[in-house]
């Protein structure tokens, strides 16, 4: 069973940054793409950033030059620096991870349970 547990959320004001941490831990045999994701009240999840093949990088507009992402492949683990952070940033974040658990299995979607970043002065 594979299971994604983030850290490093919380309020910030606006201008600030915060780090993000997403570790993947369980029965893993590769994870093809880490990333995130977020939710604003009343609103649909939207990519943030993602990192595919431990290199290739894609990112949202509105983020593109604040927020970088990062991975360790050594702990299975996802970054997601987030600086000059604005209240629009505000929202549920939540890691993402396709992965395949055996060398004989499909790869597979996996949700972190989400953390909350709140920009507010």
């Known amino acids: 069973q594979v299971q994604l547990v983030e850290s490093g959320g919380g309020l910030v004001q606006p201008g600030g940054s915060l780090r993000l941490s997403c570790a993947a831990s369980?029965?893993?045999?590769?994870?093809?793409?880490m990333g995130w994701y977020r939710q604003a009240p009343g609103k649909q999840r939207e990519l943030v950033a993602l990192?595919?093949?431990?290199?290739?990088?894609n990112y949202a507009d509105p983020v593109k030059g604040r927020f970088t992402i990062s991975r360790d492949n050594a702990k299975n683990t996802v970054y997601l620096q987030m600086n000059s952070l604005k209240p629009e940033d505000t929202a549920l974040y939540y890691c993402?991870?396709?992965?395949?658990?055996?060398?004989?299995?499909?790869?597979?979607?996996?949700w972190g349970q989400g953390t909350q970043v709140t920009v507010s002065s």
């Open positions: 993402y991870a396709r992965i395949k658990p055996g060398w004989n299995t499909r790869l597979g979607d996996y």
């Open positions: 369980g029965t893993i045999f590769s994870i093809n793409a």
């Open positions: 990192i595919i093949g431990g290199e290739r990088t």
